[in-house]
Every structure is written in structure tokens, then in C-alpha cells.
């Protein structure tokens, strides 16, 4: 007896699968590419730097990881990638709302509010957007583009996405660039890129605020 899968629900369940795979097959991609052409990469104009800037702000939205993006401007840029990687950041998150909006987002919600243990999930990150949004973006270890998707289906505000994607996001990516500036060599950083103690430290203090922070939530939400 086969196992019917309703269409409305399909789709968005494959989008996180491939949202949660093809970023791992990306990042082999980037790093191949990044130490192979290391030093074309570095003759890069100001121009060819905005053109991949604004390519990699949508594919950000489930191809390109910006953490890695973080690392690879970070070497070639310095603090300069800074600017660019919001933009990459925002991009990213732009993205994935008109997709899913475009996709009929409305007809996808309400079949899952039909679901009282999905109900419950998605009441909890509306009553709490911003603070969920900003926890989640926090850890280093939450795919971008699956959380991106996540909050799009959920209803969450535009705004509270943009703000806590920002608030979240900036300690992971300044992080990221500070990794990139500070290595001598990309495929040392690729291969090792929390290769610092200080770097090591850090994430896993991110990744504790992050889960306690969740938790907190859910706690309170619960009461």
C-alpha cells in the first residue's frame, strides 16, 4: 500500500531537503574553485566584486552558505566584505520570501494549521518571532536557506525576519570575515576554517546561546 504524499505539502518538504543538501555540495564546489584560481580570484576588479556580490545574494537563499562566502571575502577582501556580505545576507532572505509567497504560501499554511502539533510549532514562532528568528540565525550550525524557508511558511513579518536574520547573523559573519583576514593561506582555511582556539571558543559559545535561547522560548511559551 503506497504512501500518498499531498502535493501542497510535497513541495515544501522536498525545498528543505534540497536546502539542506546542495549547500554541503556547494561549499566542495566553492573551495575547489577558491584554491585552484586563488590568484585570479585576488586580481578581481571592484566591479567583478559588486557582479558576484549580487549573484551570490540569490543563491545565498539555498545554494552558497554565506558563512563560507564570509571566509572567502574575508581572505580576499578584508573588513571591506563586510557591506557585501549583508547584502548577501538580506539577499538571501529577500529571496526565499518571494519564492515562497510566489509559490502560494497561503494555501500551504492553511493545510498545515490542519495539523495541531504543526499549529503548535508555528504559534510559537509567531508569538515570538523576532526572538526565535534571532536565536535561530545565531547558531552556526542552522542551515541559512532552511531557516530562511522555515520563517517564510510560518507567516513570520518580513521585518522581524530581516531584524533578527541581522541582529543573529552579524556575530557569525563578522566571525567568518575575522577567520578569512587573519589566514595566510585559503586552502588551510577551507580545509580548517576554526582552526583558532579563539574561533573554536566562540562558536560553541554561539551555538549554547543559540539552543538556551530556543529553549527559553519554547519554555515560556508553553506557560
Given amino acids: 500500500m503506497k504512501l500518498a504524499i499531498p502535493k501542497k505539502i510535497a513541495g515544501p518538504a522536498f525545498a528543505g531537503v534540497i ?15 577558491a584554491v585552484v584560481h586563488e590568484a585570479t580570484i585576488a586580481g578581481f576588479t571592484a566591479w567583478q566584486w559588486a557582479g558576484i556580490t549580487l549573484a551570490c545574494a540569490i543563491t545565498s537563499a539555498g545554494l552558497t552558505p554565506p558563512t563560507m ?8 577582501l578584508g573588513w571591506q566584505a563586510v557591506l557585501p556580505l549583508f547584502v548577501i545576507n538580506f539577499g538571501g532572505i529577500l529571496f526565499i ?4 509567497h510566489w509559490l ?11 495539523n495541531p502539533k504543526a499549529q ?13 528568528i534571532f536565536f535561530a540565525k545565531l547558531s552556526p550550525i542552522l542551515p541559512f536557506g532552511l531557516t530562511n524557508l522555515l520563517f517564510a511558511l510560518s507567516g513570520a513579518r518580513l521585518k522581524n525576519i530581516l531584524l533578527g536574520g541581522f541582529l543573529g547573523m552579524t556575530p557569525r ?3 567568518a570575515i575575522w577567520s578569512g583576514h587573519e589566514a595566510r ?24 546561546v543559540s539552543i538556551a535561547g530556543l529553549w527559553q522560548v519554547i519554555q515560556r511559551s508553553l506557560k
Fill in 19 to 33: 536546502l539542506s543538501v546542495t549547500p554541503i555540495v556547494f561549499t566542495s564546489l566553492l573551495t575547489y574553485y
Fill in 69 to 76: 562566502l564570509a571566509l572567502i571575502f574575508g581572505y580576499f
Fill in 97 to 100: 520570501n518571494l519564492l515562497v
Fill in 104 to 114: 502560494d504560501h497561503d494555501r500551504f499554511l492553511t493545510f498545515l494549521r490542519r
Fill in 120 to 132: 503548535s510549532v508555528l504559534d510559537r514562532i509567531l508569538n515570538n518571532e523576532l526572538e526565535v
Fill in 173 to 175: 559573519t563578522l566571525l
Fill in 185 to 208: 593561506e585559503i586552502k588551510a582555511l577551507l580545509e580548517n576554517p576554526n582552526q583558532s582556539s579563539w574561533t573554536q571558543i566562540v562558536i560553541i559559545g554561539l551555538i549554547v
